[in-house]
């Protein structure tokens, strides 16, 4: 099983991260090349979310050119392709973004899991036609042992079998642990509080 954790250190070195804030957020632009010169043997992912910008064109070049500048990241995570408060996705912006990353790893971040239910596979279905690698899925705020609260997660992952990566995010490694023990997993991301 693969770990990744959320980092905005330069300082901190893990075999495979997610450079974000805390709010999953941009990092500093800079830190993915440095990250990658410092070591170059980690998997380094960079999240694209600028909460802060409210306009929408904006955004959406914002995030194109933050790809850009960071060169040296491995893969992207971002929240930002959603529309309709997590009912439809952006799909044209999705396929232009996926032009902008190339071959390297498109991620849609935790937000996802604010996605009804009745709805989360069909939207998986979408991101699995436009190429994206992988899905994460916020499991912070659940209870391990409520299985009606795991169960949205537990379909989806039935669901997207070998077609898309679904990454849960956990808190800490107790959680992961609890988690892995009811559901199997080949990823997983260590996001913190």
Do not use: C
């Amino acid at each position: 099983m693969k770990t990744i954790h959320r980092n905005h250190s330069l300082s901190e070195k893990f075999t495979s991260e997610i450079l974000a804030r805390k709010d999953f957020s941009a990092p500093n632009l800079v830190l993915p090349e440095m990250k990658k010169a410092l070591y170059p043997e980690s998997e380094i992912f960079a999240s694209l979310n600028h909460w802060e910008e409210t306009d929408r064109f904006l955004l959406k070049n914002l995030i194109i050119e933050s790809v850009r500048k960071m060169e040296t990241a491995d893969g992207f995570i971002t929240d930002q392709v959603f529309q309709d408060h997590h009912h439809h996705l952006d799909l044209r912006f999705i396929s232009e973004l996926s032009k902008v990353i190339g071959d390297r790893h498109f991620i849609v971040g935790p937000e996802f899991s604010k996605v009804p239910p009745f709805l989360q596979s069909r939207l998986l279905d979408e991101l699995i036609y436009h190429d994206i690698s992988g899905v994460m899925y916020d499991v912070r705020g659940i209870d391990m042992d409520d299985f009606n609260a795991l169960q949205p997660l537990a379909k989806l992952k039935i669901h997207a079998k070998k077609r898309i990566v679904i990454t849960p995010v956990v808190k800490d490694e107790a959680q992961m642990k609890r988690l892995i023990g009811s559901i199997p997993f080949e990823v997983v991301s260590i996001h913190g509080e």
